[in-house]
């Protein structure tokens, strides 16, 4: 499959490590056409010692999809991606991941500061590959540090074939505003298609992230979580014209409880119920109550409980309609 037909809805799911699974996955595929899923975070070291179990699972119809890598093994990595072909569209390595223990492994936005070295895994891993590949990083390491532009440049000339920037640098983290209008100076600078991730939480923020960024697309990250409709709803708007609005709060419940029952499925009910807890403050927001059933639920291990107090707030939603 050529870039161009994996980037044709212009939006994807980027990459969120414990998050973006298989679950999530299925869930914005059912709501999306063909924008381009990503995968969790995959550690090079981990899928060397394990082969991937779980973290690996996808459906015929989650393509187009893209495996995404961290590591900083040249080697290692571009063995881990010809292993990940059998199931990948793409593969992604990640070099913008901001969490500590990841940067102190040399690993993930780390490798901002090492170029030669992040220019040797690329090249390897492309060499390594018939798919096409990627890379994902940030503006720089710290406002001191902003070498995204002869980074961007540098990863295309190894044999990058696409570029998705996140518009803050590793010392910011998640905090503050993404910058998008810095991203217009790395398109201008590669030939690559490049796509834009940071603070793209609707449609309106797609549409003024890709004027301010010039990028081909965006990549959407928490801004999905609590709304699965999301990314299917920017992509077609951005290709048709369509505006389809936000989820009611009675449609973020329901899937809430679609969500917590397939986690369960897939983790049985202990990991399950406990997995899909960090869901819980995007799904249920927004409303009088909200706090409480939140502090209620999360401290509850038994699914049909949870399902109870789930179904009681949709009571709630229908005689507020009456």
Known sequence: MSVKNLLKAKVSLAPMAGITDYVLRSLIRENSDSALLTTEMISSEFLTQTKGGDILMRRDDHSPISYQLSGHKPKMIA????????YADMIDINMGCPVNKVVKGTDGCALMRNVSLAQEIVRTVKASISKPLSVKFRLGYTFDELNYVEFGEKMQEAGADFITIHGRTRSQMYGGQADWKKIAELKKNVDIPVFANGDVVSIETAVQCLEESQADGVAVGRGALGDVTLIGRIEKYLNKGIY?????????????????????????????????????????????????LRGEIVLIDNISEVLKKLDAVLVNINLQHV
């Open 244 to 292: 389809l609005p936000p989820p009611t709060l009675e449609e973020k419940v329901e899937t809430l409880k679609d969500h917590l029952k397939r986690e369960v499925e897939l983790r049985g009910e202990n990991v399950g119920v406990k997995f899909c807890r960090k869901f819980y403050p995007y799904y249920l927001n927004g409303f009088q109550g909200a706090s409480k």
């Open 79 to 86: 063995e881990c991606a010809k292993y990940l072909e059998r």
